[in-house]
C-alpha cells in the first residue's frame, strides 16, 4: 500500500535548497568554517600527543646515587627500585658510562674531559621509567625514603608544560566546539525554518489531504543533511589542503615536531567531518520543524 | 455519523466562537451551514478537522471521538474527510491533474492507482478537457472542481466545504452545489458552509442556523430571515 517514493523527497530537498539559494549558501559557508577549525583544533591536539610521546617525556626519572656509595651499596639501591610498584625498566649508569656519553656528545671537544677522567665527578645514575603517570608521586615518594640517593631529576616539568598547554588547548577548543555547534544548529534552524515558510502553503494542504508530519518533514531533513554534508565535504577539502601546507612549511622549519602523515588522518577526518555536519544538519532542521509538523 | 455535544471552543485570545453547540448528523446527509459573519461557522469547520481542539464538550466523528485522538493519528483521521476552501487552495504551479495526483501521492497510493483514478476524477467534475492546464489559466468555477475532484481523491466519507462559492459567480456557483449535491447522491456525507441565501433556498435541504456560537435553527427547507 505505502508507495513513498525516496526520489520525491530527495527532490524536494534539493528544490528547497534551490530557492532559497542565498540562505542555502550561507548556510554551508558557516558550518564549512565551523568544520575547519573544528578539525583543525583536534590535529593540532592529536600531533601534541604524538609529539609527547614521541619524545618520551612523561615517563623517566633519573636517580643519582651519593659518591663514596660502595657496590653492593649500589646493587641493593637497583634491587630496592626494581621493587616499587609501578617501575617498570631500571637502566643502571655509571660515572664512567655517563662520561663516555658526555664525551660522545662534545664531539671534537671531547677530549677536554680527558683531564677530568682520573677525578670523575659525575655520578653514578638510575634511568627508571614508569608506566601510568597517576603513580608518579608515590613512585617519587618511595625514591625518597631509599639510602644513598644524592638526587632526583626528572622531566616532568617540561612535560607538564606541555600536558598543560595541551589542556588549555584543549579548554578553549571545547568551548569553541559548543560555540561553534550551536552557531551551525541555529543557521539551520533558521535556513529550513525559510525554507518550510516558503511552502506554508503547500504543507498546509499536505496536512488537509491527510499527510504524515513525517511525510511532511522528510524532505526538509534531508535538505538540512543535505547543507551539512556539502559543507563537510568542501570543509574536508580545505582541511586537506591546509593541513599539507601547514605540514609542508613546519616540516622544513622544526625538524624536531613530527606531524601525524596526511594519509594517517585523512580516512577519520572525512568521516568525522561527514557524521559532525550530517547530524547538524538533521538536528537542525528537525528542531525547526517541530513547530510545523505539529497537528 | 457526526456528533456535537455541548461543545465550546475558546480562542486563546479569549474569543469564545463557539458556546455550547449541540448537532447530529446522519451518514449520507447533505447540510447547509448558514449564519453571520463571526457566527462561528469556519471553527465548526476547524473543529471536524481536528485543526482545533474544543475547549470542552464532545466530537464524534465515525465513531471516533476528537479529543482522544492522538498526534499520530490525525492525519489518518483526516482522510476520512475532503474539504474544499473559498479560495481553492491549488498548488499555482501544478496542473489540475498534479493537483488531484499530489493528494494521493501524500497518502502514499501506488502510481497505477493514481494514474487511474485521477482522470476518471476529473471527468466526475467535468474536467477532464483541462487536465493539463494550470490554476491560472481556468475559471474560479473551474478550479474549484479541480478542488472538489482533489477533496474526492482519497475517497473520503465526508466532504467539507467552507463558502465553495464566495469567489464564483453566481451561474459557476448553481453548478458547483449540483456538484456537491451530486457527490452527497454518491454516498457521502456533505457539509456546507454557505451566505448565499437564493442558493438555500433553491436547494431545499436541511439548513443548521449558527448564531452567536449556537445552533440557532436546524430544519429542512429554506434560510430563516
Ligand atoms: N484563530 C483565531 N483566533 C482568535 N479568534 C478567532 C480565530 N478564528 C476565528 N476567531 C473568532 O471566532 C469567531 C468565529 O469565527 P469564524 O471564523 O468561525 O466565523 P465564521 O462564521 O466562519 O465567519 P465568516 O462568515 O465571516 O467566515 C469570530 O469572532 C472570530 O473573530
Ligand atoms: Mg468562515
Redesign the pocket.
Known sequence: MKQYRPTYFIGQAFAGIWRNGVMSFASIAVLMSCLVVLGSFSLLVANIDVNLEDLGLMNQIVVFVKKETPEDGIKAMEREIKNIPYVGEVTRVTAEEALEQMKEQAGDEGYLYDMVQDDNPLLDSFILEYVDGSHYSDIMYNLGQLDGVDSIRDQRSLANTMQSLKNGIMLVFSWFLIVLFIVSVFVIINTVKLSVYSRKAEISIMRYVGATGLFIATPFVIEGALIGLTSSMLAFIVEYFLYGYVQNSMGKAIEIIRLIPLSDVSVPVFFAFAAVGVLTGVIGSTISLSKYTRN | MIDFTDVVKT???G?V?LNGVNLHINDGEFVFVV?A????????MKLLLREEKATSGTITVDDTDLSKLSYFKVPYYRRKLGVVFQDFRLFPKKTAYENVAFAMQVVGTPNKKIKRRVPALLNTVSLGEKANSFPHEMSGGEQQRVALARALANNPKIIIAD?PTGNIDPKMSLEIMNLLLKINKLGKTVLV?T?EKDLVDYFQQRVIM?DGGHVSDDRVGGMLE
Not at chain 2, 37 to 44: D, Q, W
Open positions: 480562542y486563546p485570545n474569543t466562537a449564519g459573519s463571526g457566527a462561528g461557522k469556519t471553527t465548526l463558502e458552509v451566505h449558527i
